[in-house]
Every structure is written in structure tokens, then in C-alpha cells.
């Protein structure tokens, strides 16, 4: 039986673990909360996270990063995008030293404006060819129920790539392969920060119109920054882009999205943290987006716009009117 670890116990990451068990691996998640870990081990459930769902037998929890990682075929990060740094530089010596290490994070790291697989690499000192990612429109609570859901692996190395497909491959869950990791990446930061951009409008009281328009513009600004950091634009049509951003910005399940439409009904920034529960990797990453962007010459204005108004206190109303009366150009360049 394939061995795989999971690091974090959120309602993602033991949302997957829970596909890896369906699927036939025998899964450790490991957790910071002793809590957690006993009620997994004890009760089948993880209450605080995902109540009500039973988790499968072979899915344990631990909060020992050795015995998480213990003979681990695969170690699954899905820890919060800007903490994955610090925890690796904790757990990497417990890693085993051919384990392929699978991030299911959706950010850009703050201040070095890295994505998550090169901080894996960097922290790790792992080869990118034993490095992957998955991303897609993959809503945690959904998957819990078993709903039918489909995702993207990206590994440099397709036979890593589908080597994860098959562990994690169930009735309910569909995952295909893809080479481009740095597309995938992308796809998933970006999204968070149109999600936040769509829920800011739905808290407004803007209608689909604007949504849809920012939904097909948002994934233009995510294409042109992946274009110029060598992805294939094919990818952001797929799974991981044009998939994962619709689901983001159309659901109330999504973090972003429901962090935005507090913000967009006046919520001050401060008020809108303390009613989040977990967390909303487009707060932050919408920074580090911006950011990366800037330091290629990238144009995106949505991206400039969330961030004015989560980070800077420029109001919704204001925001939009600039972003509205910015310069006419052709849609296609």
C-alpha cells in the first residue's frame, strides 16, 4: 500500500487526504493541535474543519512531524502559502530524501515573490523533477461529500505526475497531468486575487456583467504574467485557470470570494479577518502578485485595484471608478 503524508490539517488538506485514503493509500496527517489529531484517530472526523464528514479508516493524524513523514512514497504541503518556508526549514530533515513533495498551496510568497514550488525547492533542497503541484477547482467542502470534482498534477517530470494521478485518482476525483508547473502555479495565486476582486463587486451590489468581466479579464491579466514567466497559455484555458478561477469567483464555499463581498459591503479590513475562520491566501498573495508582476513589467491592473483596497484603505467605490476610466485599448494585444 502507497504510503503518503499529509502536513496540515485544514479543511483542504484533510479534504485530500481523505481522497488519498479513498484511493487506496494508507495517509498520515500530521497537525499542529493535539485536538484535532485525537478527534481523527478517535472519532473519524475533523470537527473544527470539516464536522459532520466521516474520514476514512486508513487517514490517521499525528502532530510528530517524523512519524508523519515516516517511509512517506509522497508528502503532501498544504500548510498557509506565506508559513510554508518556515515550517520546511522544521520538517525538511524528518523528510525522506527521495519523497515527492506535492504542494497544494495557491500563493506567491511575500518579499521574495516566489511560487510555492520554488520555495519547496529552496527550503528542501529538493530536485524540481521530484517537486509537483496540484491545483484545480477543487473546493474543499465538495470533495468531503464526495462530490465529483477534477484537478491538474504538474510535475517537470511526467512520470512523477502520473505516478500522483494514480494515487489520487477515485470515483469521485479525476486528476489529469500536465508538465507546466509554472502555469498551474499561476493559475491558482492569481485566482484568489480575482475571487477577492468578484466578492468586493458582489458586496457592492454589481451585477453579473461586471463579474463576468472581471472573471475574463482577471484571466487575461493571469495569462500574461504566466507568458512572460515561460508558461503555456493552453494551461490557463484548463483546469488549474479558467476551472479553478470560475469555481472561485461563483461560489460562497470560496474564502476569497467571501472575504471580497465582506469587504465590498464595507467591512473594514480588520472586521473582515476577525469573521474569517481560515485562511484567504488572495489577502496576501494579492501583494506578492503584484509584485512579481511589477518586477517583469507586467500590466495588471484588477491585481493593483485589490490590492488599493484591501492594503492601501482606498474604497471599493473609488477603486472601481479608476479602474473603470483607465485609458481605452484593443481587448486583444
Request: net charge negative.
Amino acid at each position: 500500500m502507497t504510503k503518503a503524508a499529509v502536513f496540515g490539517s485544514g479543511s483542504w488538506g484533510t479534504a485530500f487526504a481523505m481522497v488519498l485514503a479513498d484511493a487506496g493509500c494508507d495517509v498520515m496527517m500530521w497537525g499542529r493541535r493535539g485536538e484535532i489529531a485525537e478527534a481523527v484517530n478517535s472519532e473519524r472526523t475533523n470537527p473544527d474543519y470539516l464536522p459532520g464528514i466521516e474520514l476514512p479508516e486508513n487517514l490517521r493524524a499525528t502532530t510528530d512531524p517524523a512519524e508523519a513523514a515516516h517511509e512517506a512514497e509522497f508528502t503532501v504541503l498544504a500548510v498557509p502559502s506565506q508559513t510554508l518556508r518556515g515550517n520546511l526549514a522544521l520538517w525538511s530533515g524528518e523528510l525522506p530524501a527521495d519523497t515527492v513533495l506535492v504542494s497544494l498551496m495557491k500563493g506567491i510568497e511575500l518579499g521574495t515573490a516566489k511560487r510555492m514550488s520554488e520555495v519547496v525547492a529552496e527550503s528542501a533542497g529538493a530536485d524540481p523533477r521530484r517537486i509537483a503541484v496540484l491545483s484545480g477547482p477543487n473546493l474543499a467542502k465538495e470533495i468531503a461529500v464526495r462530490q465529483p470534482a477534477a484537478s491538474v498534477v504538474a510535475c517537470q517530470d511526467e512520470s512523477v505526475a502520473k505516478r500522483i494521478q494514480a494515487a489520487c485518482h477515485t470515483p469521485y476525483f479525476r486528476p489529469y497531468t500536465n508538465t507546466d508547473v509554472v502555469g498551474c502555479e499561476l493559475g491558482g495565486a492569481v485566482k484568489n486575487v480575482i475571487g477577492l476582486a468578484v466578492g468586493i463587486a458582489t458586496g457592492m451590489g454589481l451585477g453579473d456583467n461586471a463579474k463576468g468581466s472581471l472573471i475574463t479579464r482577471g484571466l487575461a491579466e493571469t495569462t500574461r504574467l504566466g507568458l512572460v514567466l515561460g508558461a503555456d497559455p493552453a494551461t490557463f484555458a484548463g483546469l488549474a485557470g479558467m476551472g479553478d478561477l470560475v469555481a472561485t469567483c461563483s461560489s460562497p464555499l470560496s474564502r476569497n470570494n467571501t472575504f471580497g463581498t465582506n469587504l465590498g459591503r464595507g467591512m473594514t479590513l480588520e472586521e473582515t479577518i476577525a469573521v474569517t475562520r481560515q485562511t484567504a491566501e488572495g489577502v496576501k498573495s494579492c501583494e506578492s502578485v503584484l509584485d512579481l508582476a511589477q518586477r517583469h513589467g507586467v500590466d495588471m491592473p484588477i491585481t493593483e485595484t485589490v490590492v488599493s483596497i484591501v492594503h492601501e484603505g482606498k474604497s471599493p467605490k473609488a477603486a472601481l471608478k479608476d479602474l473603470m476610466s483607465r485609458s481605452a485599448k484593443a481587448e486583444v494585444r
